[in-house]
């Protein structure tokens, strides 16, 4: 069994900060990309950040400049610094992963449960 749990969201005023942080657990083999996305109330789940096991990454146009996103391999971690937030940065934010399990040479995308970040302006 897999679990990604996020930790991090809250509410803050626009132009402020927060960082979010999702752990993966279970018996996983190995984890190839990590990311984030988000879905707005009335709205499509969309990808915000991505990283590579290597450290590549991207992002959405709606985010560059100011969300960064990094990872901690022996951790089985993935952060993401938001700054300069934004009323429409409102949004439940979920880890997104692509692991293999243990046992498994086949990669798996995996989905938490979310965690809420509310930007008041």
């Known amino acids: 069994q897999v679990q990604l749990v996020e930790s991090g969201g809250g509410l803050v005023q626009a132009g402020g900060s927060l960082r979010l942080s999702c752990v993966a657990s279970?018996?996983?083999?190995?984890?190839?990309?990590m990311g984030w996305g988000r879905q707005a109330p009335g709205k499509q789940r969309e990808l915000v950040a991505a990283i590579t096991s290597g450290g590549s990454t991207n992002y959405a146009d709606s985010v560059k400049g100011r969300f960064t996103i990094s990872r901690d391999n022996a951790k089985n971690t993935v952060y993401l610094q938001m700054n300069s937030l934004k009323p429409e940065d409102t949004a439940v934010y979920y880890c997104?992963?692509?692991?293999?399990?243990?046992?498994?040479?086949?990669?798996?995308?995996?989905w938490g449960k979310g965690t809420l970040v509310t930007v008041s302006s």
């Open positions: 279970g018996s996983i083999r190995r984890i190839n990309s």
């Open positions: 997104n992963a692509d692991l293999q399990v243990a046992g498994s040479y086949y990669g798996m995308e995996y």
